[in-house]
């Protein structure tokens, strides 16, 4: 069987399972989407604060860059002649944000995660990773020349024990967890984590925010900030392609991890850098994050909301956030949800295996401030 000849076999097979994916044509309109000529509510985007489409934002910054110009490329590595003021402004904006020793910007969430794991770990390196961690985390372990084990999602006992066996075996271990897990929405005990990292020497705590910062916390500095722990999480990981409408990621760490990640990571020394223009966009939004409040509030009452409509038909949902979903089992029967909805005006998606377990295939509900608890309602009568 020839390569070509095998790539269409197991197509062939994603697709009588379900599982088959493709990239939409997609128009964004605001709050809605425009797809297969259709419009729709977008209940499916990241854009968890509504930013993306606040047309006096993006006028504000525009107006911002008729004075101070940003270039659109930065045709080079920060290790090279990419190192804009921009990014140090930005920098300096996470650190005095989180009152944080040392931050350091990457080009995405992918870039941070699949880097920072194999720069930092050494084969004397145990990572004790939860189950339901992101795709790109678990690629960042694999490529690190750590051992790694992974344990049951939020099973702090499994996880103790885990620590008991293997804390004297290896130079360092290091718990790795999201904060607001991406798929079910619900989130991490952080002050435990802390609570069992402490309790060794040689333990470390990897958190990513994705799904937290900008909207959580009083700040929206994430759920570190609401739980009051940001400084005692080594590793401290967020987005800005999300809540904060932009693009990349970052690290709040200790000067000496900062200073170690630039010299070391694959990720951030070999790749051209962000365009000015977009870490000048950031830095714009960050600096306004913490007067996001009545968003987030408007976030958590739709949040609440959705899920009790979720429960009353029925559904388990054991999400305590944004993220909602509903989930229904056979990758065919969540595509067959998605449609119907998607029929009456609801662009939600079904997301099914490899990126959840099998037989738990459902749809994906993604909230933003821009969603109004009128709209949610329309949406009763067809769960």
């Not at 197509?11 to 599982?19: F, I, P, R, V, Y």
């Not at 119907?340 to 295996?353: C, I, M, T």
């Amino acid at each position: 069987m020839s390569l070509y000849e095998r790539m269409q076999s197991e197509l062939q097979a994603l697709s009588e399972a379900g599982n088959l994916r493709s990239l939409p044509d997609i128009i964004h309109q605001g709050n809605d989407v425009i797809v297969g000529g259709q419009k729709m509510l977008n209940l499916s985007s990241n854009d968890y604060l509504g930013l993306a489409s606040r047309e006096d934002l993006r006028l504000e910054f525009m107006n911002k860059m008729a004075t101070e110009p940003e270039l659109f490329s930065s045709s080079s590595s920060r290790l090279l002649t990419g190192n804009f003021t921009a990014y140090q402004s930005l920098e300096k904006s996470l650190c005095r944000l989180f009152n944080a020793e040392a931050a350091l910007v990457f080009n995405s969430g992918y870039h941070a995660n699949t880097g920072i794991l194999p720069a930092i770990c050494t084969n004397e390196t145990l990572i004790l990773a939860d189950k339901l961690v992101h795709a790109s985390l678990i690629d960042g372990i694999r490529l690190s020349a750590g051992k790694f084990i992974r344990y049951r999602h939020n099973d702090y006992a499994q996880l103790e024990r885990l620590l008991q066996t293997h804390h004297k075996d290896y130079k360092q271990i290091i718990i790795v967890t999201e904060s607001i897990f991406s798929m079910d929405g619900d989130v991490a005990d952080l002050n435990l984590l802390i609570g069992l990292k402490k309790a060794y020497d040689n333990v470390y705590l990897y958190v990513d925010e994705a799904h937290a910062f900008g909207v959580r916390g009083e700040n929206g500095l994430g759920m570190a900030e609401e739980l009051n722990c940001m400084h005692d999480i080594d590793f401290l990981v967020g987005t800005f392609g999300k809540a904060l409408a932009s693009t990349g990621a970052y690290i709040i760490c200790k000067k000496v991890v900062r200073d170690y990640l630039i010299n070391r990571m694959r990720t951030l020394i070999f790749t051209t850098a962000l365009p000015p223009v977009c870490v000048a966009w950031t830095d714009f939004l960050l600096n306004k994050l913490p007067d996001f409040k009545e968003e987030r509030r408007t976030l958590k009452t739709s949040s609440i909301y959705l899920k009790a409509i979720i429960e009353e038909k029925g559904f388990v949902c054991p999400s305590t956030s944004h993220i909602l979903p509903l989930i229904i089992g056979k990758s065919s029967d969540a595509i067959k949800v998605a449609k119907a909805l998607q029929k009456e005006g609801f662009y939600a998606l079904p997301v099914r295996p490899p990126t959840v377990p099998e037989g738990t295939s459902r749809i994906r509900f993604s909230l933003t401030a821009a969603i109004t608890i009128n709209e949610l309602e329309k949406l009763k009568p067809l769960l």
